[in-house]
C-alpha cells in the first residue's frame, strides 16, 4: 500500500523489451531508505517489485497486463517518473490509501492558472467516470489528489507550487497521458453492488 505522497522523482535510465514485456531501469537516489530485492515502489502510480538492485539504480520487470494498463511501456531513456516506497507499520498516512494497481490512463486536456496554484483538467475513460466525485480523492500517476469538479467526461483538480516543484506534473502539458487510480472505497462499493445486481 502505499499514500499518494510522492518522495520525489527518479529518472528512466534503461527499458529493455523481453518476450513480449519489459525490463526498466531507474535511478532512484530520493528514496528515503535504500530498497531491498522483492520491495514494493510506486513508479508513475504502479506498484512494481524490486528485482535488480545496482547502487541506486533498481529495475522492475513490466508484465503485459502493466504495459496495456499503465502508460509505463511509453518511457524513454531520460524520462522522469514519480516515485514512493510502500508504506511500513508505524508511517504516518498522508495522502490516501493507494494500491498501485492503475484502472487506466487519462489525457490532460488544459492547464490553467488558479493564483498561485494551476487547475488541471483531464478527460478519463467513461467507464471510470462514475467512480468519480466532488471532493473525492483520486490518484494521477501515483500523485494523491482532491478532486474539485466533475463534468460529462473528466474532471479537475488544482496543483500548488510544491507538488508541481516534487512530481513530473512540472514537466507535464496538455495532450500528456496519465496513469489513474481511482478511489479504492469507490471501487469495492461499486464491485459489491454489482454482485448484488444493483445498479449503480
Keep these: 500500500m502505499f499514500t499518494g505522497l510522492v518522495q520525489g522523482t527518479g529518472m528512466v535510465r534503461g527499458a529493455e523489451l523481453r518476450d513480449g514485456d519489459l525490463r526498466l531501469a531507474i535511478e532512484a537516489t530520493v528514496l528515503a531508505t535504500p530498497p531491498a530485492l522483492g520491495d514494493s515502489i510506486s513508479v508513475n502510480g504502479v506498484c512494481l517489485t524490486v528485482v535488480e ?5 533498481l529495475s522492475f520487470d513490466l508484465s503485459r497486463e502493466t504495459l496495456d494498463r499503465s502508460t509505463l511501456g511509453g518511457l524513454r531513456e531520460r524520462d522522469l517518473v514519480n516515485l514512493e516506497a510502500a508504506l511500513r507499520v508505524g508511517d504516518a498516512l498522508g495522502g490516501h490509501m493507494v494500491s498501485g494497481h492503475v484502472d487506466g490512463i487519462a489525457t490532460v486536456v488544459a ?10 483538467f483531464f478527460k478519463l475513460p467513461p467507464e471510470l467516470m462514475r467512480f468519480i466525485a466532488p471532493k473525492g480523492s483520486i490518484c494521477i500517476d501515483g500523485v494523491s489528489l482532491t478532486v474539485n469538479g ?8 488544482a496543483l500548488i507550487p510544491h507538488t508541481l516543484a516534487v ?13 489513474v487510480e481511482v478511489d479504492l472505497v469507490a471501487r469495492y462499493l ?3 453492488l454489482a454482485a448484488r445486481g444493483v445498479q449503480p
Excluded: H, S
Aim: glycine share 12%.
Design 167 to 179: 512530481t513530473t506534473f512540472g514537466v507535464r502539458a496538455a495532450g500528456d497521458r496519465v496513469n
Design 111 to 120: 492547464i490553467e492558472p488558479d493564483a498561485r496554484a494551476q487547475r488541471w
Design 190 to 192: 461499486d464491485r459489491l
Design 53 to 57: 538492485i545496482e547502487g541506486a539504480r
Design 150 to 157: 466533475v463534468g460529462a467526461d473528466g474532471f479537475d483538480v
